[in-house]
């Protein structure tokens, strides 16, 4: 039986990994921002355990895991949780730019810090949900897809340092997908948000689940996911 620590695992893509994976009895261990989320998510996948830290404030994060029990092996780490404030570079003030940073960038990068040791233990794998934006950026996309193209570094980088040491690294890049994010970024364009436009969750999880389930003989770099209608 697998472990993985899921970020992200309360909504969208997240969530449909951490079903997902929880249905076929794998051990998941769903990193939550304080206890009532905590709370909230175990009674969501029953026998789930917890993880408690904000992404929003990484400093911590280490601090919070040495008041906790840690999984004792880590076969998976993926990086789900993100958030978005769209915004002009001549608008947009540093609090979004921190905010951003600090959830899609820099917790990650110490999120791996830490599992890193236990990850390298049982040859493990790191997966990385980017987005379209860290290919690619647009008007008003640039702290968003400044934090995706750097956790593409950041994934880029971890791969050749860590390939010694039989860690696989992942990135993928889904395209708009059905989610409560999604809904934030309709509403801060001033569009119309129809779900059935964009990737359902579900076929993420998919794919995601493909790269962690390959064989040991190959790895999946980075995949790129796009609507399909």
């Not at 998941?28 to 921002?33: D, K, T």
């Not at 990650?108 to 997966?127: K, S």
């Not at 750097?150 to 997908?177: C, M």
């Amino acid at each position: 039986m697998a472990t993985h620590v899921i970020t992200g695992a309360g909504s969208g893509i997240g969530a449909a990994v951490a079903r997902r994976l929880h249905e076929r009895g794998d051990d998941v261990v769903l990193m939550a921002r304080d206890a009532g989320r905590a709370k909230q998510l175990a009674a969501g996948l029953p026998g789930a355990r917890t993880l408690v830290g904000d992404l929003a404030n990484p400093d911590r994060l280490s601090w919070a895991f040495s008041h906790q029990p840690m999984p004792e092996r880590v076969d998976t780490l993926l990086h789900i949780a993100g958030v978005v404030d769209l915004g002009r570079v001549g608008e947009l003030g540093t609090k979004a730019w921190h905010s951003q940073l600090n959830v899609n960038l820099i917790s990650p990068a110490e999120l791996t810090r830490l599992f890193l040791p236990q990850l390298r233990l049982d040859q493990g794998h790191v997966l990385f949900v980017n987005s379209g934006a860290g290919l690619s950026a647009g008007p008003e996309w640039g702290a968003y897809a400044a934090s995706k193209h750097g956790l593409k570094a950041l994934a880029d980088s971890l791969r050749q340092e860590e390939h010694g040491n039989s860690v696989r690294v992942t990135s993928v890049y889904p395209g708009r997908t059905a989610s409560a994010m999604q809904e934030k970024v309709h509403h801060q364009e001033g569009k119309e948000y129809d779900a059935s436009r964009w990737i359902d969750p579900e076929s993420v999880a998919t794919t995601i689940l493909m790269a962690l389930d390959l064989p040991r003989d190959a790895e999946v770099n980075d995949l790129t996911v796009r609507p399909g209608r």
